[in-house]
């Protein structure tokens, strides 16, 4: 089974500096990567994938995240952080699913908070 | 604009009194998902539909069952709420076409068992 692993449960970064939330995969075949975010009581909100192509994949609210082959690793990234950034971000693979339909298999997650 | 919505987004219910949550969805794509989340732990898939297709996980209790009557509309039963199954549930809908891989979620109905 394919999975992701996110290293930090907690990342605090000053509001305007960058920010990276790490995530790194396990896959047997080629990876599909995904971000999500929550905010309290709220769900998911899809943020950015790679499938294929450039390593480097841009998404919404100026996040990316850079693909590394070499290192399994699908960091996400933003040049400049804000308070409102500040949610639960969460790393997500397609797994094998029966029946059809693409099963997500989600990490751990990573408590983003932003500081003034 | 297109979207995810699930009702109620609060819902309380007692001990062993069946309960049901509901999802629809006006982006026209023919899988829908359902997922536990509890404290913000990672989201959990209990099943999916595709197209009128029920797709169960091998973990997922028997207490949980789920109907999608259309396209648009789709319902997660559960027919004794235990302690253990206070949670956020979310609804997730994809369109099996091309690389769209992606999920999209709705806000989700968080479930109190008294």
């Known amino acids: 089974a394919q999975s992701v692993a996110q290293p930090e449960d907690q990342v605090n970064v000053a509001e305007g500096n960058p920010l990276t939330v790490k995530c790194t995969y396990s896959?047997?075949?080629?990876?599909?990567l995904f971000w999500y975010v929550q905010y309290p009581n709220r769900g998911l909100q899809f943020l950015l994938k790679y499938i294929t192509g450039d390593n480097l994949v841009k998404g919404s609210y100026g996040f990316e995240a850079e693909f590394n082959k070499s290192q399994t690793s699908f960091h996400l990234k933003k040049p400049s952080a804000l308070v409102s950034d500040s949610a639960l971000y969460f790393c997500?693979?397609?797994?094998?699913?029966?029946?059809?339909?693409?099963?997500?298999?989600f990490g751990t997650g990573t408590q983003l908070k932003v500081e003034l | 604009d297109a979207m995810v919505i699930q009702n109620p987004r609060y819902q309380v219910t007692q001990f062993g009194k069946p309960v049901t949550l509901s999802c629809s969805q006006t982006l026209n794509h023919n899988v829908m998902y359902w997922y536990q989340q509890k404290s913000s732990q990672a989201p959990k898939l209990l099943f999916h539909y595709y197209d009128k297709d029920f797709n169960n996980e091998a973990d997922t209790p028997d207490n949980f069952q789920s109907r999608r009557p259309n396209t648009s509309f789709c319902f997660l039963d559960i027919r004794s709420p235990g302690l253990g199954d206070a949670a956020m549930y979310l609804c997730a809908t994809s369109r099996d076409q091309g690389r769209t891989y992606e999920q999209y979620f709705g806000p989700g109905t968080r479930l109190t068992v008294t």
């Open positions: 896959v047997s075949g080629n990876p599909y």
């Open positions: 997500a693979v397609r797994d094998q699913i029966t029946g059809g339909g693409n099963k997500l298999t």
